[in-house]
């Protein structure tokens, strides 16, 4: 099974970490991966994590990364997911995830509700 490429850049002016995942996001390891980035996001930083690159979402993995988002919200990292498709952001609300954590079209959309959850 092909796994995603995770992109990681730190924006120190905006204090985000970035993460931008492109290709298939079908096993729910991969959302595992990015539960270990929680612990190192510094305490005064938000996490972005950018799915516009996405190809393929599973349920399995749907589910995986609403637990994410659990943990990201209970641990007090503040947690927005960034996805311009349309089809694919209305797949990420359906799974939920919009409860755990902001959703956006862009990352445009996304610093300014950085700042307002910072």
Not at 21 to 40: S, Y
Not at 89 to 109: F, K, N, T
């Amino acid at each position: 099974m092909l796994s995603p490429l995770l992109i990681v850049s730190t924006d120190e002016a905006r204090k985000v970490l970035v993460i931008t995942v492109e290709g298939p996001f079908v096993d729910p390891r991969h959302a595992e991966t990015l539960q270990t980035v929680l612990p190192t996001v510094p305490e005064d930083f938000g996490l972005l994590v950018d799915l516009s690159w996405v190809d393929t979402f599973s349920e399995a993995s749907l589910a995986a990364l609403c637990g994410v988002a659990r943990d990201a919200s209970a641990s007090g990292v503040g947690l927005t997911i960034v996805c311009s498709g349309t089809d694919r952001r209305a797949e990420l609300v359906l799974a939920g995830l919009d409860r755990h954590a902001s959703v956006a079209a862009s990352i445009e959309h996304a610093l300014p509700m950085r700042g307002r959850a910072a």
